[in-house]
């Protein structure tokens, strides 16, 4: 059985932007070594909520504890706990004058304090674990969309996160490159990473997935194992939404 | 005379070369100090005005932003003039050398400031996201992944701007700065003759083409690395 213990804890959280309330009051609490997908509509809050969960988007109320620690507290170190939350982006967001493998050293040199040889050590075992390790000397716009998306990766895996967070890794991927990116989650999950996915990759959820939570207008719908939510959704709503993504 | 021995008199006399050449010299080196003294302090005042409104503190930033936008609008000679004829009417004399470097300074401080705000603001929103999420500071964020791209964005229009206004040093000549132009036309007044004019021109030829060339070669060093 895993740890009952959350290793990521959402209670009660609501963000507006204007008068747009996009969380409605979320409550998700996600154990370590579990892998929580995150569907539905556009619109419905996913990427907000998982921008909640590293103080990308400030809460307007509610609490996210990461590892027990309450990142809304006061004396919260918000930069040496976002090191602990690592984050991966739909446009991948390298930083285009750097080699690969100084975009994985940049964080572990300026936050974790490590000196040069010793980041490029662990940037080099990062990139190996996604299978780029030859690639740390070229830079972003000489990679593929996959192999970006996998230094991305590695960017955030090199910082040793208790839980990582995906926001839709594959959507801006060519068919053919998807399946690299998801191989990279599958060996991860197998690594026992803590991971919550926003992403339609339906066929990879019911594989990956140790649940799956479908949202709407900011609120959770329902959630469930992928076959109870993908098969036989209580919702109207959520049915609707998944036949469309079988479509 | 003939048409060609006509016009090396009237713009390259050698008895006038032969009798000015120090005082252009002198007057280059002027045009020099003075156009370092501007681009050095100009742009890094810019430079930190642009930082200072990524903090976004609506009142810092207003000021900042009036101030630039009336130094871009007003033309730097009436700025030259005011600043040299108005400040002793209130106490305070400064000598004409520093008037002009302060006047250009400022100028090229609001053009640059615009420059490289707008190299900051084009830097994508995705760039701040992944830097912050890996737990580096707003300051790091800046210096090292927002910072570093600005500069590459902004290389062209920013040296363009800049040898603009350091040319702007030949302003010096209406308040008596001893720069390079100041030097010719003084010359011309004594001999009626071009030919110091013509040296000039080529004083500036000398001092601002590299300056060009420089531009050119940093614009292609610092582009981004094509597949």
Same mark, same amino acid.
């Not at chain 1, 709407?216 to 109207?236: K, L, M, N, Y």
């Not at chain 2, 700025?79 to 300074?105: D, E, H, K, Q, R």
């Given at each position: ?35 929580? &997908? ?48 690592g984050?991966? &982006? ?19 040199r ?23 390790a ?16 996998r /230094? ?21 991927l060519?068919?053919?490159? /998807? ?20 992403s339609?990759?339906?066929? &990879? ?15 959770? /719908? ?18 609707? &939404? ?6 | 005379?003939? +048409? ?24 280059? =080196? ?6 370092? !003294?501007?681009?050095?302090? #100009?742009? !890094?005042?810019?430079?930190? =005005?642009?930082?200072? @409104?990524? +903090?976004q ?40 050398? +520093? ?6 300074a !400022? ?8 420059i490289?705000?707008?190299?900051? =603001?084009?830097?994508?929103? #995705?760039?701040?996201? !992944? ?13 090292? $992944? $927002? ?31 001893p ?9 011309v ?15 500036y ?12 070669? =940093?614009?292609? @060093?610092?582009?981004?690395?094509? +597949?």
């Amino acid at each position: 059985m895993k740890a009952a213990t959350p290793i990521l804890d959402i209670i009660g959280l609501r963000k507006s932007f204007g008068a747009n309330e996009i969380l409605k009051g979320i409550d998700l609490a996600v154990r370590a070594q579990e892998t929580v &997908f995150i569907i539905g509509p556009s619109g419905s809050g996913k990427s907000t909520l998982l921008r909640c969960c590293n103080r990308l988007e400030m809460p307007d109320s509610g609490t996210v504890r990461v590892d027990g620690v309450d990142l809304g507290h006061a004396t919260t170190d918000i930069n040496a706990m976002r090191r602990r939350i690592g984050m991966v &982006f739909q446009s991948f967001n390298l930083y285009p004058h750097m080699k690969a493998i100084d975009n994985i050293t940049l964080a572990l040199r300026r936050v974790s304090k490590k000196s040069r040889t010793e980041a490029e050590r662990i940037a080099l075992a990062a990139l190996e674990q996604v299978g780029l390790a030859e690639k740390s000397n070229a830079y972003p716009a000489e990679l593929s969309g996959g192999q970006q998306q996998r /230094v991305a990766i590695a960017r955030a895996l090199a910082l040793e996160p208790k839980v990582m967070l995906f926001d839709e890794p594959t959507s801006a991927l060519d068919p053919e490159l /998807v399946g690299s990116v998801l191989a990279v989650m599958s060996d991860m999950r197998r690594a026992g990473m803590t991971m919550v996915v926003v992403s339609h990759e339906m066929r &990879f959820a019911r594989d990956a997935a140790d649940r799956v939570v479908f949202m709407d207008h900011g609120v959770i /719908v329902e959630q469930g194992t992928p076959s109870e939510v993908f098969g036989q959704a209580r919702h109207q709503r959520t049915r609707a &939404f998944v036949s469309q993504l079988e479509r | 005379m003939s +048409a060609m021995e006509r016009f090396i008199d009237t713009f390259f006399k050698p008895s006038v070369i032969a009798s000015t050449w120090p005082k252009i010299l002198d007057g280059m =080196l002027v045009t020099v100090e003075l156009a370092l !003294a501007v681009v050095i302090s #100009g742009l !890094a005042v810019g430079l930190l =005005l642009a930082l200072i @409104r990524t +903090a976004q503190i609506r009142l810092v930033n207003a000021v900042i932003i009036v101030l630039v936008d009336v130094l871009r609008a007003v033309p730097p000679l009436v700025m030259v003039l005011i600043v040299y004829f108005g400040l002793p009417n209130v106490g305070l004399t400064l000598p004409s050398f +520093a008037v002009l470097w302060l006047v250009l300074a !400022a100028v090229l401080a609001a053009f640059g400031e615009e420059i490289f705000w707008a190299g900051i =603001l084009s830097v994508r929103r #995705g760039q701040w996201d !992944a830097a912050r999420s890996t737990g580096l500071t707003f300051i790091d964020t800046l210096a090292f $992944v $927002v910072l570093p791209q600005t500069i590459r964005m902004v290389l062209p229009p920013l040296v363009n701007r800049t040898i603009a206004i350091s040319k702007n040093t030949a302003l010096g000549t209406v308040i008596g700065v001893p720069e390079l132009l100041n030097q010719a036309t003084t010359a011309v007044s004594f001999i009626s003759n071009a030919t110091p004019l013509s040296l000039a021109a080529i004083g500036y030829l000398i001092i601002f083409l590299p300056v060009v060339l420089l531009g050119s070669w =940093l614009e292609r @060093r610092f582009a981004f690395r094509k +597949a």
